[in-house]
């Protein structure tokens, strides 16, 4: 009598295994946990739970679920979503090496797990091989679509540190009054301490400069003397009262018709757009 044996069946065959995938999701996890408590100003304990999908993703990889590419997607593409500008200031600032390290782990590890939830790729146990240069190509997209990088006008080191400060604040600009005697560059650094993004526009001038939560940029400017109003085009923050003036002094100390702050001026002082 022939002996008949079983086969095991193809989807009973053992899947490979997912440690690419599982430290990118515990990596992921870490990177929104640092960026969102520790790097980027004050906590941000809502975003912060974000981290829950990676986690969530881990747990099933390590038990080889098939439904672990859902959290770990949705993960990705929510992070995104949420913190996309914070990602590509921090990307163009290796000069900051904890929020660098952190940014460049999170579209790294994205890009791994963006990559290990396409069937293919899953299948043949490659997804740091095709998700670490996707991963790149995310950040390398991020620096390029939300460019966040310092332009300081021609100000050296020394004295783009000696700038006056302006505070964004929920919801204000402190100071809010603004003015440079003609002739001085317009430079100010701004600097977030509120709990998200806020920014410094100049509709008039078309100047949109975006600071990320506890992050700081600086604006160089050349301006006409005259009076400039500005204010924060995030969201419904104008409407709340986040608004203000700058004012470039001509000759005798009139103000013409534009505004601006000027390097070594006081803040309180203002010039052409360059940001930081």
Known sequence: MTEIRDTPAATDRPRPPAAARTAAAAALA??????TLVTGGAPDPATASVALLPLIAAAGYLRSARWAAVPAVLGVLTLLSLRATDLSHDLVRPGEPLPFLVAAAAVLASGVLLAGALPGTA????AA???LPLGAVLGL???LALPQADDTGGLSGEQVAALPTVSMVDF????????VAEGQPVAFRFSNDGEGAHSFAVESLGIDVTVPAGRTRTVVVDLEPGTY???CSVGDHEEKGMAGRLTVLGEGG????????GAGADAGTGGAVHDH
């Open 30 to 35: 870490a990177a929104v946990l640092l960026s």
């Open 123 to 126: 299948a043949r146990g490659r």
């Open 129 to 131: 091989l095709v998700g």
């Open 141 to 143: 997209v991020l620096v």
């Open 172 to 179: 204000a600009f402190e100071p809010g009054q603004l003015t």
């Open 229 to 231: 109003p500005f204010v």
């Open 254 to 261: 009139g103000d013409g018709h534009a505004a601006g702050t």
